[in-house]
């Protein structure tokens, strides 16, 4: 177990891929959580459909984050 994480290069590597997964993963319930809670609005209320803007500016929030972090990942980890 020691010798796992002995090695610099691959610590980094391992704590990148959790870094990128934890950030993937919480866009990806954020995006599936606005969406739920819109679908369901409309279901409720018909006339909700003209939020759609907003809905589509807060996703765009959401993935704007998760490419923030591919970035950091990315670029200046290493």
């Known amino acids: 177990m020691v010798e796992l994480f002995a090695d610099a290069a691959s610590s980094l590597a391992i704590s990148k891929g959790i870094m990128l997964g934890?950030?993937?993963a919480?866009?990806?319930?954020?995006?599936?959580?606005?969406?739920?809670?819109?679908m369901k609005a409309l279901g409720r209320n018909p006339e909700a459909g003209k939020?759609?803007?907003s809905v589509v500016i807060i996703a765009?929030?959401?993935e704007v984050t998760?490419?923030?972090a591919f970035l950091l990942g990315a670029f200046l980890l290493g």
Do not use: E, H
């Open 22 to 24: 934890v950030a993937f």
């Open 26 to 38: 919480a866009a990806a319930l954020g995006l599936g959580l606005v969406g739920s809670s819109y």
């Open 51 to 53: 939020a759609a803007t």
């Open 60 to 62: 765009a929030m959401i």
């Open 66 to 68: 998760a490419l923030l």
